[in-house]
């Protein structure tokens, strides 16, 4: 028997497109590794010109190797299968296959397993004192692959001097989750770190610094008119939704041409002074 060609087919849940999770398929026969070719649904490999001869009444056995992409699904299915109507084919030289087959010939199912080695956060750069900010987290391998394995994390006070509150226990869900309920009480530079509960990973990873600022600060000179004499103002916005208290804000005009500068306060209007410029 001289074959052609084999073909094997990709079966079950989640695995028909093999281009997305296969990178490569060999087929041995023990001596040599014969590379097979990926196509959507199924391996195949053609050996015209150089095709594989069997002896009669012989038998040959066949192991079907593959590696995967570096990005794949976890929990993805593979099955491969030979199907009773297959896709082996032998010159008429010799004798030829039976088609088709009267069963098919399936394989085990593989399942892909993505076993997360760090955690990947998204937090934000800037947050107002007891307001709700987030923090997202997600379980990845070294290639990006998110784990969608259960576990529970937990997010904590690293670095800073006020209190962290929030639902800081969660349940993460298909490998990701973020914390919208997040709060600190006191203005500082803070690092925040989050734990997997000690389900699968042992790392506490750091999140980056969240420069924690009163929301009063947050007052902008949004306009400025400086005639007619008469008609002078300055406009500030608050760009938080807080209440600011402006009992000790002021205001200047004082110049460098020397004199005495003065400071203003913005609700009394009461002359602060303040030295000069000299």
């Known amino acids: 028997t001289f074959v052609v060609a084999f073909g094997i087919e990709a079966v079950g849940y989640n ?81 030829i296959f039976v088609n088709p087959i009267t069963s098919a010939v399936t394989s085990a199912q593989h399942t892909i397993d993505v076993t997360a080695t760090e955690f990947e956060t998204v937090s934000p750069e800037l947050a107002a004192i007891a307001s709700d900010f987030s923090v997202s987290v997600t379980a990845v391998d070294a290639n990006g692959n998110i784990d969608l394995a259960a ?68 007052i902008l000179i949004s306009e400025v008119a400086v005639t007619p004499t008469d008609g002078e103002f300055i406009e500030i916005y608050n760009t938080t939704e807080d209440v600011v208290a402006l009992d000790d804000y002021y205001l200047t005009d004082a110049t460098f041409a020397g004199g005495s500068t003065y400071y203003y306060n913005i609700t009394t209007g009461t002359n602060a002074g303040g030295g000069s410029f000299g």
């Open 151 to 218: 576990r529970n994390v937990s997010i904590s006070k690293n670095v800073g001097t006020g209190s962290l509150t929030g639902t800081r226990l969660q349940a993460m869900t298909d490998g990701t989750f973020s914390w919208t309920d997040l709060q600190l009480d006191l203005a500082d530079d803070y690092v925040l770190a989050i734990d997997d509960d000690g389900s699968a990973l042992t790392e506490t990873i750091n999140v980056s610094a969240i420069a924690v600022t009163d929301a009063a600060a947050q």
């Open 15 to 95: 695995s028909a497109d093999c281009v997305r999770t296969i990178d490569g398929a060999t087929l041995s026969d023990g001596v040599t590794d014969y590379n097979m070719t990926i196509a959507i649904d199924q391996l195949t490999l053609d050996l015209s010109g150089s095709e594989y001869e069997l002896a009669n009444s012989g038998a040959q056995e066949f192991t079907l190797s593959i590696w995967l992409e570096t990005e794949v699904t976890d929990e993805d299915v593979l099955e491969f299968e030979i199907p009773t109507a297959h896709s082996f084919t032998a010159t008429t030289a010799g004798s």
